[in-house]
């Protein structure tokens, strides 16, 4: 009986040992939680999973939304023989590994291989072309877990031949009966008389940003690291709550941060000072540079904003300034003006219109010559003579005067088109060209690309 004892409390101590989220891995579908957009009662997902016939496919989400729970489900539940990956420690070698002893038991006895592999994004083109022709012939299903966009990271030949599952984060309803299970279920936390205040439990699925492991982490640590009380219970407040429950940075994988950045950049072109903030806060929250971003909010004073107010410009590269010289957290503030300043101007493109339309004649006019009258005349060019009686001296005229500047063979191109919007009416040139309407201007800046 003591034996017995003593081995059941070995036992339950190396339970202990494993982090709560691992002992809450479901085993069934009944207990997994969360992603109800793929997981309900007749969906492809669980049909094909209780029959079996789950074909390749690709899990991708954010950490902590249950991607390789759901594989442990499919794990338990086929009958084929199941195989696991992690891409960042794994080579060709490995791949080949599972991929011949796949084949052996395909052939000998008729059951095909389930690969998990972990973080598959990571895994380079020489890797995912050797599993190519196994996935085709049906030796082995893959199911790959990435937190990054497949389209974007993954090689085309093994996303095209696999479906794409998409995890989204988890709900506060979802996080709450996590966590609320663990207590009951988990075979460590059941044995103790935990009290966990409602508004503790409340913080935890709030900050936990819908990831079940972040909160399983924070509720073990909390408990475990709080004395029992004479009554033999552990108390669990909000105060303990917070202090176990790590700040989690916001997730995002590369396709969204790239997206967030595109929101940002078009929400002060579309002078929405609140998108423009929370898209520069929530950037700030997912460990962007901030440099990188205080660099794009002086490049759009002069792209979207311009000529239109020209002291945008200034505020932009002060702000930039003031933030190499102060840092994070108070170097925010300038930035916040400088992106409040230029979603409040008049905008204007042509900066970079103009740009663009001189960019593209220079480069299609490789061979203009200047005019005669235009050239340095302290450098002759041998026998030729420069006419510098044709030049009229623009000083001379009370600063301006018509003359011609362009080679003769664009002598009529227009590449400067005030917006006429705020200070953009090109006013500081006693004379402008006329029949601008007519002119065409390449506007290259405003097709539709997220070349931001």
């Given at each position: 009986m003591v034996q017995y004892e003593q081995n059941s409390i070995f036992e339950m101590e190396k339970i202990a040992n494993i982090p709560l989220a691992e002992r809450m891995r479901p085993k069934v579908l009944s207990e997994f939680i969360g992603q109800t957009h793929i997981i309900y009662d007749g969906s492809l997902l669980c049909r094909a999973i209780k029959a079996d016939k789950l074909g390749s496919c690709i899990f991708w989400g954010a950490p902590g939304t249950g991607k390789t729970s759901l594989a442990n489900v499919?794990?338990?539940?086929?009958?084929?023989?199941?195989?696991?990956?992690?891409?960042?420690?794994?080579?060709?070698?490995?791949?080949?590994?599972?991929?011949?002893?796949?084949?052996?038991?395909?052939?000998a006895y008729g059951q095909k291989t389930y690969l998990l592999l972990d973080e598959c994004h990571r895994w380079n083109k020489a890797?995912?072309?050797?599993?190519?022709?196994?996935?085709?012939?049906?030796?082995?299903?893959?199911?790959?877990?990435t937190t990054e966009n497949p389209y974007v990271a993954m090689t085309r030949a093994i996303v095209s031949r696999c479906r794409v599952f998409e995890f989204l984060p988890l709900t506060k309803q979802d996080i709450k009966r996590g966590l609320l299970d663990a207590l009951k279920r988990d075979k460590v936390l059941s044995r103790r008389k935990i009290v966990l205040d409602d508004d503790a439990l409340e913080y935890i699925c709030e900050t936990a940003s819908g990831d079940l492991r972040n909160a399983y982490n924070a509720l073990e640590l909390a408990v475990m690291t709080t004395d029992v009380n004479s009554d033999g219970s552990t108390h669990v407040t909000r105060l303990i709550a917070s202090q176990s429950m790590q700040k989690k940075a916001l997730s995002v994988d590369t396709g969204m941060y790239y997206d967030m950045i595109s929101a940002f950049i078009k929400s002060m072109r579309g002078s929405d000072a609140n998108a423009a903030m929370f898209w520069f806060e929530r950037l700030l929250e997912a460990g962007t540079d901030p440099l990188l971003l205080a660099r794009r909010i002086v490049i759009h004073a002069a792209e979207?904003?311009?000529?239109?107010?020209?002291?945008?410009?200034?505020?932009?590269?002060?702000?930039?300034?003031?933030?190499?010289?102060?840092?994070?957290?108070?170097?925010?503030?300038?930035?916040?003006?400088?992106?409040?300043y230029i979603c409040n101007c008049p905008k204007s493109n042509s900066v970079v219109n103009t740009l663009y339309a001189a960019e593209d004649c220079a480069k299609n006019h490789p061979a203009a010559r200047v005019p005669r009258y235009l050239m340095d005349e302290n450098h002759p060019r041998g026998?030729?003579?420069?006419?510098?009686?044709?030049?009229?001296?623009?000083?001379?005229?009370?600063?301006?005067?018509?003359?011609?500047?362009?080679?003769?063979?664009?002598?009529?191109?227009?590449?400067?088109?005030?917006?006429?919007?705020?200070?953009?009416?090109?006013?500081?040139?006693?004379?402008?060209?006329k029949d601008y309407a007519k002119q065409v201007v390449p506007n290259k800046w405003f097709e539709e690309t997220d070349d931001d």
């Open positions: 499919i794990a338990n539940t086929t009958g084929s023989h199941f195989e696991k990956l992690n891409a960042v420690s794994s080579g060709v070698a490995d791949a080949k590994k599972i991929i011949d002893e796949a084949t052996r038991r395909f052939n890797q995912s072309d050797c599993m190519l022709p196994a996935i085709e012939k049906g030796y082995v299903t893959f199911i790959g877990s979207d904003v311009g000529l239109a107010d020209p002291q945008a410009l200034v505020v932009a590269t002060s702000a930039l300034t003031a933030f190499q010289n102060i840092g994070l957290p108070e170097g925010r503030i300038p930035l916040t003006e400088a992106i409040l026998t030729e003579e420069i006419d510098q009686t044709a030049y009229k001296y623009p000083h001379n005229y009370g600063g301006w005067v018509e003359q011609q500047y362009l080679p003769d063979e664009v002598k009529d191109q227009v590449f400067f088109v005030p917006s006429g919007n705020g200070q953009d009416t090109g006013c500081r040139q006693p004379k402008l060209k």
